[in-house]
């Protein structure tokens, strides 16, 4: 190629010959492809001279003519091929097209040549760095064997013009074509045609050709008017086995191929295809397929004496119909004649084609099956069956959720997991590929071992193949699949064996029962809560699958059951017991709901429950109904052996009752203060109410008796009602106060917009682009905060706090999770204060102040000498420093030194304190030991001798005072003065402080760090910037340089960082608020660029400022930023002027003296343009940072130790209270 000239120069010093020369320059796109067809034909090996570019002809009637852009001919010198070339994308799809409907230019080329025996449409392209060819090869051939047996249908050697060399290729060949057979390693020059195929012409199925291949096979379906998906699926699933099976056991010959009309018929295809299937169901399904072939019958006839071959064709002809001529497992349409056999060998032979040059057996992660199956069975079968299957997101989250490091380097032996409803199989696969890294990290043992160890159990007989399918796509062929009821008695699945189980289980499943033998019904304590009669409707399926999880888990197991909301709160008798069942035998580590939308098309809301079976011995469900048997029979014997009161107690304190009140009920005989409580008198309205009560005073024999009598009796039987009631709510107060940690509660968005941000992902019906679409970065990564595909650990995702869960630690949440995480205890989650007790779990618990503890609580006025808030600020002796006159200092609400805001001359409080921030910083605690005045929003406590100071600061901190106020929360004395903490005796209360004051110390010792820190930073910045010579930030600075409008990109999702997504003061952005460009609003439009710093316009002072240290693709800023970037980073450096910005005091000074006096003071560009600066030299700058990292680098230190502090201090309350 001369690109000087624009020319190109071909061989024909060697042959090839041109006839024209409109292909041989540079000026259009097509010229390249032909350029590109010529090299690979030489590369293969034809001989130039058998190469001819632009052959013309006359075409028609018209004096015009055609040309071809090659032509090839063999050794004879007679037309092999003509190729016509295209350029890549929309030209080329538009010409086959044509060709498909009229044979186009194609087949006006091959009345010309009557000689070709191939024409092809050919088109190539430059992507990702590599030259990529498509085209389609027709074959001119006749199958003879073809037109013998269907003597009626038209031969290529008959037909003399275009129109009739189309029909042939249109009726008799079906439009017949191939995709490979011209340039591939094993095809040689001269030799078209591929006969054999192999795994390396095969390629896999990237995010792009997998929706193409949706789009296909939904195109092939409408084109054949295929209308019963369910089927079609079904047989696709029967097709990829076969493919599997071809890929395993034939990878030098593969079978799953249509090889074109020339070499193959619509008999020899299906043959193949039915033996690959026997193959696929006996090895991996254990299941018999029958399955004859010709050699089989032919051997039938060995002892045949008289004409053994008439008789052998007539019985052949017969075997023929009846192998062919019906349906089978590959019967797309119907199929009991020839006609309608033909017929779905149209749709067989395309769809095979759709799929044979895709390698399915692969090691890579592949969403293509479970996506593919969403679609194409998301209408009949959910509806009749209550199915509704897993997206991969949800499997990915919930899978990463589970401890599986710890369980697997626990375990000496690989440990059993089961998905007892396993569907096409997703959570079995992503378990697999989750447990693999641990197990190659730290086991000798084979991943197959493993694998062996994993069970699926699907009753449907076609998602029984669907998993198997899918765990070949995965390479993850050793998972165990049974074909079986999951709630059925199985001996192949032994009780208290599992380690891990993970299911999405069917729901609302009408007569389910009807199908279980009695034996496996027997099994289950939930049979006793349904009428003999209603065994016939009943619908409660999730309820059977969530006793059949505590059948199979082991002693400290590990489950994750994703089961409809209404579990939780269904009232039915079989609801209450499955609760029950929840509570007794299993620690309840987290719940998960997600919106309606998580699911697809199918609306119900659904919670996934995690859940860790109790390895207890006896089990505490058995243990404590004894205890409350006895407490309730006043038998106190064994009080000291299982000392085990405080739950008594701690029930009492959590319903305010008196406990001495109390145990007048455990006696029998409750008091009249515990009668008179709201919750007792609640009990009396209802048992009036109660029918049977009713009917009492009906009774001819209870009228007879005195007024008297008749009140004894209602009396004993009123408290046999509330004493049932009772021991019933103690029992699963004391269950709940047993699990192993707090409920962590994960609460998806409502909203469907948001929900989509959260999930990281939403559902599309558009046609060709159907299926499930995930939010994903520049990197292709998920984007959401459910979890980290790449780190299972990332303490930003909320997967992290539920793994951490299970191991009973509970981590700090980050601020930017806390809309959607909270942790709760179990109690609280359970309504106490209900006269019917159906053990409803809440996931929106009601916040109490109030602490559950062993030892007496008291009011926080029982305590104190004195309570009261502080009033106005001193106006005429008041002054902001220390002065001779005014050094009583004056304490605010605030955390910053310790809530100073002034001084005055007179103290109003001389005693040790308390003092707890009544807002703002809601419920700050803080121990004052010097005179001071107290001002509005602090409330002080001054305590009485019963409680040390440093014990009442620790107890109040542990109280929520978050629901303190119904737009502003704030804290009054009357709402204080009443709120209970425990008081244990001094000795308990003097070594709570001692440990306390330990880690106080560590605190304290940490704040130092990072003050000194501070101070060397500051030190840093005032050697860079103290200079006389001054510049303009103008001059020194490019600001806002880019934006973009999110806008003009409506359905793409960008990250958003708004003014308060900046932290304060830390330099740390927050980019989790993700935006829809239809979405963003008018503000998003600033671009900031890893290297450039940001400063806050609006109340600037706040110090919300970050220097970008990362490119964060499709990312905007708000406008109320200034982006900063150096306009010669020789002179100076960005990241300098960012510290400038945080810790230079003269910069901040123009600044302020810049802001003005509003409500929310700012500064305009003008202002900042205008603010000078000096620096020292670049080399100066570049020591200095280096050395403010590394101080930056100590703080962080700290404040890690200063976060865990609250933790630690809650560890050691939790220990003695």
Not at 1032 to 1044: P, R
Request: net charge positive; hydrophobic share 35%; proline share 3%.
């Amino acid at each position: 190629m001369d690109f000087k000239k624009g020319a190109i120069t071909y061989p024909e010093n060697k042959g090839l010959k041109i006839n024209e020369r409109q292909t041989c320059n540079l000026k259009s796109n097509e010229n390249f492809v032909v350029l590109e067809c010529v090299n690979r034909l030489l590369e293969k090996g034809y001989n130039p001279k058998h190469i001819e570019l632009e052959p013309k002809w006359k075409v028609g009637h018209g004096a015009s003519g055609g040309r071809a852009d090659i032509l090839v001919k063999d050794n004879s010198d007679k037309a092999l091929l003509i190729i016509e070339c295209k350029n890549a994308g929309t030209e080329f799809t538009k010409h086959w097209k044509e060709t498909l409907e009229n044979g186009s230019q194609l087949f006006g080329y091959a009345q010309q040549e009557g000689n070709a025996k191939f024409i092809s449409l050919y088109a190539s392209d430059f992507t990702d760095k590599k030259v990529v060819a498509n085209y389609y090869l027709i074959t001119l051939v006749d199958n003879e064997q073809y037109l013998e047996d269907n003597p009626k249908l038209l031969a290529f050697k008959d037909a003399k013009i275009r129109e009739e060399i189309f029909n042939v290729w249109k009726h008799t060949y079906q439009k017949d074509y191939t995709t490979k057979g011209l340039f591939e390693k094993d095809i040689q020059a001269y030799n078209i045609g591929k006969k054999k195929y192999s795994v390396e012409d095969l390629s896999l199925v990237d995010s792009t050709t997998k929706q193409s291949k949706y789009h296909e096979f939904a195109t092939i379906l409408r084109k054949y008017n295929v209308s019963g998906r369910e089927n079609a699926f079904d047989k696709l699933v029967n097709l990829f086995l076969c493919k599997i099976v071809d890929e395993k056991n034939n990878p030098k010959d593969l079978q799953f191929y249509w090889k074109g009309i020339a070499y193959d018929t619509p008999f020899e295809i299906q043959d193949r295809l039915q033996k690959l299937y026997k193959v696929g169901m006996d090895e991996f399904l254990k299941e018999e397929v029958t399955y004859i072939d010709n050699k089989q019958i032919d051997q039938a006839f060995w002892a045949f004496k008289n004409d053994p071959d008439a008789t052998r064709e007539t019985i052949k002809g017969y075997f023929k119909q009846l192998k062919f001529f019906t349906n089978n497992d590959f019967a797309f349409i119907d199929v009991h004649n020839e006609r309608l056999f033909y017929e779905n060998a149209q749709v067989l032979i395309d769809i095979v084609r759709l799929f044979q040059d895709t390698k399915i057996k692969s090691n890579t992660k592949n969403q293509f099956l479970g996506d593919m199956f969403e679609n194409f069975l998301d209408g009949g079968i959910k509806q009749s069956e209550g199915q509704f299957f897993t997206p991969m997101p949800i499997t990915r989250f919930i899978i990463q959720s589970l401890p599986l490091e710890n369980i697997i380097n626990d375990s000496q032996q690989p440990p059993k997991a089961i998905d007892y409803a396993c569907g096409s199989g997703h959570f079995l696969n992503e378990l697999a590929s989750q447990m693999r890294p641990f197990i190659e990290a730290t086991k000798d043992a084979q991943i197959e071992d493993y694998l062996k160890e994993i069970y699926g159990i699907e009753k449907e007989y076609r998602l029984s193949k669907v998993a198997k399918v899918s765990a070949f796509m995965y390479g993850q062929d050793n998972i165990d699949l049974t074909y079986a009821d999951a709630l059925a008695k199985n001996d192949k699945f032994k009780n208290n064996s599992f380690k891990i189980l993970v299911a999405n289980p069917p729901y609302a499943v009408k007569g389910f029962l009807s199908t279980l033998d009695q034996d496996s019904k027997d099994t289950y304590t939930l049979l006793n809560t349904i009428d003999s009669k209603a065994i016939q409707t009943n619908n409660s399926i999730e309820c059977f699958f969530i006793e059949r999880a505590k059948q199979l888990l082991e002693a400290d197991g590990v489950g994750a059951i994703i089961v409809p909301s209404s579990v939780l709160s269904n009232a039915d008798a079989t609801y209450q017991e499955t609760k029950s069942i929840l509570l007794k035998y299993f620690h309840i580590v987290a719940i998960a709901e997600f919106g309606s939308g998580t699911f697809g098309k199918t609306g119900t809301n659904t919670v996934t429950l995690f859940i860790k079976r109790r390895n207890e011995n006896p089990e505490k469900s058995k243990h404590y109904k004894n205890r409350i048997n006895s407490w309730f029979a006043n038998d106190t014997k064994k009080q000291k052996v299982f000392e085990d009161e405080h739950y008594i107690i701690s029930y009492c304190q959590h319903l305010e009752y008196d406990f001495d009140d109390y145990k007048t009920l455990l006696k029998g005989i409750p008091n009249d203060n515990l009668l008179k409580t709201e919750m007792f008198d609640d009990y009396r309205n209802a048992f009036d109410n109660l029918t049977s009560t009713k009917n009492k005073k009906k009774q001819t024999n209870f009228k007879k008796l005195s007024q008297s009598k008749k009140e004894e009796e209602l009396t004993d039987l009123f408290y046999t009602y509330l004493t049932e009631i009772e021991k019933e709510k103690l029992y699963y107060f004391t269950l709940a106060s047993t699990n192993q940690s707090e409920v962590v509660i994960v609460k998806g968005p409502s909203d469907n917009k948001t929900s989509k941000k959260f999930l990281g992902y939403e559902w599309s019906t558009a046609k060709g682009n159907e299926g499930i679409k995930l939010y994903t970065d520049a990197n292709g990564k998920h984007r959401t905060p459910l979890y980290d595909e790449d780190n299972r650990s990332n303490q930003d995702k909320i997967n992290y706090y539920i793994q951490q869960a299970f191991e009973n630690q509970n981590p700090v949440i980050p601020e930017e999770l806390a809309s959607f995480v909270s942790r709760s205890s179990l109690i609280n989650m359970l309504d106490f204060k209900r006269t019917e007790f159906d053990k409803h779990i809440s996931l929106t618990p009601k916040k109490t102040v109030r602490i559950q503890s062993k030892w007496k609580l008291v009011r926080l006025e029982d305590i104190a000498k004195d309570m009261f808030a502080g009033g106005d600020v001193p106006k005429n002796n008041f002054s902001e420093n220390k002065t001779a006159k005014f050094n009583i200092p004056i304490f605010a609400n605030g955390f910053e030194n310790k809530g100073l805001y002034g001084y005055t001359d007179k103290a109003r409080v001389v005693e040790n304190c308390i003092t707890i921030s009544a807002r703002g910083t809601l419920g700050y605690t803080e121990i004052r030991k010097e005179p001071f005045f107290p001002i509005v929003r602090l409330i002080v406590l001054i305590p009485n001798d019963l409680i040390k100071l440093e014990y009442l600061k620790s107890i109040i901190g542990l109280l929520d005072f978050t629901d303190s106020g119904a737009v502003i929360p704030q804290l009054t004395v009357p709402k204080v003065k009443p709120l209970k903490i425990p008081l244990p005796p001094k000795d308990i209360q003097e070594k709570i402080v001692k440990e306390c004051k330990k880690i106080d110390k560590e605190k304290e010792k940490a704040e130092q760090g990072i003050g000194k820190a501070k101070t060397v930073i500051q030190k840093l910045v005032d050697d860079a910037f103290g200079k006389d010579k001054k510049d303009k930030i103008s001059k020194l600075f490019i600001i806002n340089s880019k934006t973009k409008n999110p806008t003009t990109k409506p359905d793409d999702t960008f990250t958003y960082v708004d003014i308060d997504a900046v932290g304060k003061g830390t330099g740390i952005i927050s980019y989790n608020n993700k935006v829809l460009g239809k979405d963003a609003p008018s503000r998003a439009r600033r671009i900031a660029e890893k290297g450039n710093f940001i400063i806050s316009s609006v109340r600037p002072y706040l110090k919300g400022f970050a220097y970008i240290d990362k490119d964060v693709s499709d990312c905007v800023f708000s406008t109320g930023f200034f982006v900063l970037n150096s306009k010669d980073e020789k002179v100076i450096l960005n990241k300098i002027m960012f510290y400038a910005f945080m810790y230079f005091e003269p910069l901040m000074q123009q600044i302020e003296a810049k802001m003005g006096k509003g409500q929310y003071p700012s500064i305009n560009k003008t202002d900042l343009d205008n603010f000078t600066i000096s620096v020292t030299n670049i080399n100066d700058q570049k020591k200095i940072i280096k050395s403010i990292e590394k101080q930056e680098t100590e703080i962080e230190k700290s404040r890690k130790i200063i976060n865990g502090i609250a933790e630690r201090k809650q560890k050691v309350l939790t220990k003695y209270l």
